[in-house]
């Protein structure tokens, strides 16, 4: 007996905004040192605290999916009295083209609201406590594929 299937999914989300190309480099052009990182057009998220104006700019937060599996299966069964023999072939394609800003956005944000500011000059100036700065990265990329079965399969990955 043969068994053969095959298919085929798509997912598309487009979602995110952007400034008109003739805003430019708007962010580079007022003095933000790489307000516009890899050419991206407009004005970073400028917020402010306790005034009248909120917020001017945009973090631009975008996220694109246009992701594709394409499957194929194919098996060869053979049974003879209480015993049975599955051999075949399975082959998946999987372009994946993903891209998400992250919460901060393509151009991210600075927020002036007074949280680490002094309420008045002489409270600034009197202030006689220490201040410690502390930064860390750590970035992992991870990347596997695990097969659990019955019998002897082989898989081939191509990137």
């Known amino acids: ?8 999914s798509h997912i598309t989300l487009n979602t995110g905004s952007s400034f008109v190309s003739s805003v430019g480099a708007f962010g580079n ?10 050419g991206i057009d407009g ?16 973090s631009l937060v975008t996220q694109s999916f246009d992701d594709h599996v394409w499957q194929f299966d194919d098996s060869l069964i053979y049974t003879k009295g209480r015993h049975s023999i599955k051999t075949g072939f399975q082959f998946w394609h999987e372009p994946i083209k993903t891209f998400y800003s992250g919460n901060n956005g393509e151009l991210g944000f600075m ?16 202030n006689t406590g220490h201040f410690l700065g502390r930064w860390a990265e750590a970035s992992c990329a991870l990347r596997w594929s695990t097969v ?11 990137t």
């Open 1 to 8: 007996m043969n068994d053969f299937r095959m298919g085929w």
């Open 29 to 38: 052009s007022i003095g933000i040192g790489n307000g516009n990182p890899s």
């Open 148 to 158: 659990a079965s019955k019998g002897s399969r082989s898989i081939v990955k191509t």
């Open 111 to 126: 927020n002036f609201k007074g949280t680490f500011t002094a309420d008045s000059f002489s409270g600034a100036t009197a």
């Open 43 to 58: 004005l970073l998220s400028l917020q402010f605290g306790n005034s009248v104006l909120n917020s001017i700019g945009d």
